[in-house]
């Protein structure tokens, strides 16, 4: 019989209409005839993954909700124990308690915890999007802290825990990632069934710990014992969740080191080969090494220096060195590749300035300048020769160009240009 139309649903199913008498007759493809959800995994995948997957989430889904899944649940587990100490330590089963005491211990725990939230968002709420993995692993350590000191909390009852960083830092590195796995603008259904995961892993969670705890009710060791083996699986599996998320839009770390490979021999490093060598641990350094979209006052005082700042570019930004820091102004005018070049000539300048390693090639001759504006000068040139082909590359490579995650302060800058 001919076959007049076919169709399918995403990639689970394909059917065939064929006409049989001048009736058309559907059938399925590779099988016999059903429909999506009659089978055991149809139900599962329809309830519990985005409409569409995989076509529709990017291909770092399935193993990092893998990861994520299982440190939900280990974190879930190691709650219970805290929530229980966390109530001994208000006083529950205390026949010396009130309900008054605890109480006003609930709400001034509550009360710190409502002012870190927008302490912490204030101070750090810009860096949530272009760190998330970072910002993700360090939400999930001050978590287990965070338990650790509920479950300290009977022998200790003036030590509180603050959970503002976690609830801050974790939902807005959540939301981060889950923009990064939607591929149809899909975000609400992405985080519609991320939300039905994690109820389904609490639920198991909560099963397992109805056995868990007449076990550890008045055995603060074997408490001590399981919060700890429940940690370090609940630390290890958001490591290789973090790890195993392949990011294509660049921010300063993953820029920095697919630029110092194509300075080195030629390559561009893919998105995966980048990110796998991303750091995901936060550092903590008394000298920030580039700063991004600062005032003019941050590195120019006369108009010797603006005059220098402007020698050799005609881009819409101006670069300095300031006490060791790479200060880049960045013009109202400039578009996502200036900022992609702005960044690309920091990275180059702070690896000149703070070398890690022995320098080779272009970094190399760049080192031999005699003073700051002469390196920014000859850093100018270098971008000049590199830049345009360096750009081609990242967008072969599979690198977004359009939009990017670099830490770009608010401040933008309008200067007068020398006449020519």
């Avoid at 205390?94 to 709400?107: C, H």
């Avoid at 022998?155 to 889950?178: D, E, H, M, Q």
């Avoid at 980048?274 to 008394?286: G, H, S, T």
Wanted: overall charge neutral; aromatic content about 8%.
């Amino acid at each position: 019989m001919p076959v007049v139309a076919t169709e399918r649903y995403g990639s689970l199913e394909s059917w065939k209409y064929q006409l049989k008498d001048g009736v058309m007759e559907r059938e399925r493809e590779g099988g016999n005839g059903g429909t999506t959800g009659k089978t055991i995994i149809g139900v599962f995948k329809s309830v519990f993954l985005p409409q569409g997957y995989p076509e529709s989430v990017s291909g770092d889904y399935l193993q990092y909700q893998f990861w994520d899944t299982l440190q939900a649940f280990s974190s879930s587990l190691s709650g219970t124990l805290a929530t229980q100490a966390s109530l001994r330590g208000v006083g529950v089963g205390n026949q010396e308690a009130t309900v008054a005491a605890a109480t006003i211990t609930w709400l001034l725990r509550d009360g710190t915890g409502m002012l870190g939230r927008i302490l912490f968002a204030w101070l750090k709420g810009n860096k949530l999007d272009s760190e998330a993995k970072k910002w993700r692993l360090v939400a999930d350590v001050l978590n287990d802290i965070a338990m650790f000191m509920e479950i300290l909390a009977p022998n200790f009852p003036t030590c509180f825990t603050c959970n503002s960083i976690v609830g801050v830092a974790g939902g807005a590195t959540r939301a981060a990632l889950t923009l990064h796995q939607a591929r149809r603008d899909n975000m609400a259904d992405i985080s519609a069934k991320d939300g039905s995961q994690e109820t389904l892993v609490n639920l198991a969670g909560l099963l397992v710990s109805l056995i868990l705890i007449p076990l550890v009710t008045d055995n603060p060791l074997l408490t001590f014992v399981l919060f700890f083996l429940f940690t370090i699986l609940h630390l290890c599996a958001n490591y290789k969740a973090v790890r195993s998320v392949v990011m294509e839009t660049l921010n300063e770390a993953r820029l920095a080191i697919v630029l110092h490979q194509y300075l080195r021999d030629g390559r561009v490093l893919g998105p995966l080969e980048a990110n796998l060598k991303e750091p995901v641990f936060l550092e903590f350094r008394r000298i920030v090494p580039i700063k991004l979209g600062v005032r003019l006052g941050e590195f120019i005082y006369t108009s010797e220096d603006l005059n220098l700042a402007m020698k050799n570019n005609h881009k819409p930004f101006l670069i300095g060195v300031k006490r060791g820091s790479v200060c880049v102004c960045l013009g109202p005018d400039a578009s996502v590749c200036d900022e992609i070049r702005a960044v690309c000539q920091a990275v180059c300048l702070c690896t000149v300035l703070h070398p890690v390693s022995p320098l080779e090639g272009a970094l190399k001759q760049l080192s031999m300048s005699h003073n700051h504006w002469e390196l920014v000068h000859e850093s100018h040139k270098l971008m000049d020769q590199i830049f345009q082909p360096f750009l081609k590359a990242l967008e072969v490579a599979g690198w977004q160009t359009s939009r990017t995650l670099l830490d770009w302060n608010e401040w933008r800058v309008e200067w007068k240009k020398k006449s020519s």
